[in-house]
Structures are given as structure tokens and as C-alpha cells.
């Protein structure tokens, strides 16, 4: 199975089995958990990419460019550009932040900086194989017989081509993965670490709730100073939701927010899936040069 027809195995009847599986809960809270410990190990800068899914964005286009060796700032302003992950001054802000972090370079030579060769430090790799890792595990909990899959990703090489792979579905499934494409979720994936607010919640609630999110006590000084945003910033989020209430130290959540949340994860845990499968199935980024070349023409 080659990741240029997978797009197709991402359906709503396919994420609707997903969520359907018993584990799914249990998947779910170990992504969520997952995430939060991985930010927590991060270094300030890297946090800083990490806690908005824009930026975040951003970086997951610069990996796949450096992976495949195409990576300049104007390559990687007209894949966020015609993408619509970011606006070019989104870019050149990222770009910029991570040359001071010592976690970007770009080299000396004559012309525009902009067309240069780029290089990501080995900080950005470590950091999007860890993160890639917690999902893995938590979609795997759901898909056992897909396991053979980590001894394939114990050879670095491999990773290029699983990155490879979810790139190609992201941008041949756009309608799927846009950060407006997913109602009532929208608000939270657009805000500053508001996937790690839904996150932190979800994993303060009793266990034995009806839905994935439900009610949950919250602190905003703690979460204040974990995710460097304000309280304004957070009770700001949950005001303009239109999908939680805020009782005193306690929020509630609409269904439809659960919902939404928990589609979200289908939908994370389906792409690793049919992934898995492109690899499992020998697709490699290696034996294809012509597709690595279809890849760079979408973006």
C-alpha cells in the first residue's frame, strides 16, 4: 500500500470503528498523558514551538523539507503559504526564534538568505521522533497486530519515510487535517496550548466518567505557569468555547466538545494506522524516488 492512495482509508465509518473500540478510552488518556510529560521535558524553546499547533505546523513542514534534503526558507514559506498552515510572517518569526536557539542554521554563500540550505538541530528530530513515539504507542493499543511496525521505526532511516508517508495523507487530505476542519474544536487548536488545557482536564477528571471529557477541577494559576500563558488567557479560551462552563475551580463540558475531541484522536490514531500499514507493506521513501519527487510538487 503506497501513502499516496492511503487518504482513502481515512473515512467517518473508519474513525467511528476506532472510537468504537474498548481500549479507546484507555488510548486516549495515554496520548494525553503522553503529550503533557513530553512537554514537560522540553527546553524552553522547544516548548515554546510545541505548545501552538500553528507553530507546530510550521516545524513538521521544516522536518519533512530537511528530511528530504529541500530545506530552504522560501521552500518552506511556500509549503505553509499554499498549505494554509501559516502566513509567511509566522514563518520567518519561527525561523528567526529557533536561529537564536541555536536549533536552525543557515548557510553562508552568496544570494538571498531565504534560498539558502536550511538545516534543523538534532533538537527538533530527538523532539518530533519522542512526540511521534507517544502516539505511536497510545494508536497501537488500539491496532496490536501493527506492532512489527517499531522494530521498522528502530532504524532512524525508517523514520524519514513515516514521516514522509503522513505528509503525503495530511496534504492529499486536506478537507481532514486543516485546523478549521474540526468544529467545536477549533477554538482550542488555534490557541495558544489549548490542546494542553483539553489535555491537562481530560486526565483530571474521574475515572469513571460517561465521556472523554466530562468535568474537571481546574487550577489556572498551575496551568498558568506550566504553559507560560496568563489566567486571562485561559479563562479567555473557555469563555469564547461556547462548549465549557466555568463553576468556580470546575469545568464543564458540552458533548459536542467531547466528541469533537475524541474524532480528533481517531483521526491522529487512524493515520498512524494506515501508515503503519504503508511500512508494514514495504513502502519506503528510498525505493520510490519519483514519489518523494510527488511529494515536493504538492507543496
Request: overall charge positive; aromatic content about 6%; hydrophobic content about 45%.
Amino acid at each position: 500500500m503506497s501513502p499516496f492512495s492511503a487518504g482513502t482509508w481515512l473515512t467517518e465509518e473508519s474513525l467511528a470503528e476506532v472510537r468504537g473500540r474498548p481500549a479507546f478510552r484507555a488510548a486516549c488518556e495515554m496520548t494525553a498523558r503522553g503529550a503533557i510529560d513530553h512537554f514537560a521535558g522540553l527546553s524552553p524553546h522547544h516548548q515554546w514551538v510545541t505548545k501552538d499547533l500553528g507553530r507546530g505546523s510550521i516545524t513538521f513542514t521544516a522536518l519533512i523539507l530537511h528530511l528530504t534534503d529541500d530545506f530552504t526558507v522560501h521552500n518552506l514559506t511556500g509549503a505553509c503559504v499554499a498549505g494554509g498552515v501559516s502566513s509567511a510572517g509566522r514563518v520567518i518569526q519561527l525561523v528567526r526564534r529557533s536561529q537564536d536557539a541555536g536549533e536552525l542554521t543557515i548557510e553562508d554563500g552568496p544570494g538571498m538568505w531565504t534560498r539558502r540550505r536550511a538545516r534543523l538541530g538534532p533538537g527538533f528530530i530527538d523532539a518530533a521522533r519522542a512526540r511521534l513515539a507517544v502516539d505511536l504507542e497510545a494508536a497501537l493499543l488500539l491496532a496490536p497486530e501493527l506492532d512489527g511496525v517499531r522494530a521498522i521505526l528502530a532504524d532512524e532511516t525508517s523514520y524519514l519515510s513515516f514521516a514522509v508517508a503522513m505528509a503525503t495523507i495530511i496534504s492529499t487530505r486536506r478537507d481532514l487535517f486543516a485546523l478549521n476542519s474540526r468544529p467545536p474544536l477549533n477554538l482550542f487548536l488555534n490557541r495558544e496550548a489549548g490542546v494542553f488545557l483539553l489535555y491537562e482536564l481530560t486526565m483530571a477528571q474521574d475515572a469513571d466518567r460517561a465521556r472523554l471529557l466530562e468535568e474537571a477541577p481546574i487550577s489556572r494559576n498551575a496551568l498558568s505557569r506550566r504553559y507560560g500563558v496568563s489566567r486571562a488567557h485561559i479563562n479567555k479560551m473557555l469563555v469564547d468555547s461556547g462548549h465549557t462552563r466555568a463553576l468556580g475551580d470546575r469545568v464543564v463540558f458540552t458533548p459536542e466538545l467531547s466528541a469533537a475531541l475524541e474524532r480528533h484522536t481517531a483521526l491522529i490514531f487512524k493515520l498512524i494506522h494506515v501508515v503503519s500499514a504503508c511500512l508494514l507493506d514495504g513502502w519506503r521513501v528510498g525505493r520510490a524516488p519519483a514519489e518523494l519527487a510527488a511529494v515536493a510538487s504538492r507543496r
